[in-house]
């Protein structure tokens, strides 16, 4: 089984920054995809961003040179640095981790970008 754990979110006016942490607890394979998702009231949840085993990594347009997704050190931890924040970015982010045919998923922690 696998836990995982977010911090960092909260209230923030347009134009700052947030710094998402997720850790992954449990049985955590050498290769796996560790992710952020974001989901809006009324609105389906979406791929922020992705990082791979090799760290390689991927975004969703509309955050892509704005938010940067990266590993700690211990490999079971994923960050996502948040600057220029828009108020269409307020919504609940979930971390996410996929290993072989699993998902797993935080409990998510509330973005809310003020005008």
């Known amino acids: 089984q696998v836990q995982l754990v977010e911090s960092g979110g909260g209230l923030v006016q347009a134009g700052g920054s947030l710094r998402l942490s997720c850790a992954a607890s449990?049985?955590?394979?050498?290769?796996?995809?560790m992710g952020w998702y974001r989901q809006a009231p009324g609105k389906q949840r979406e791929l922020v961003a992705s990082i791979g085993s090799g760290s390689v990594t991927d975004y969703a347009g509309s955050v892509r040179g704005r938010f940067t997704i990266s590993r700690g050190d211990a490999r079971n931890t994923v960050f996502l640095q948040m600057n220029s924040l828009k108020p269409e970015d307020t919504a609940a982010y979930y971390c996410n981790l996929r290993q072989g045919r699993y998902d797993y998923w935080g409990q998510g922690t509330q973005v809310t970008v003020s005008s």
């Open positions: 449990g049985s955590i394979f050498m290769f796996n995809v």
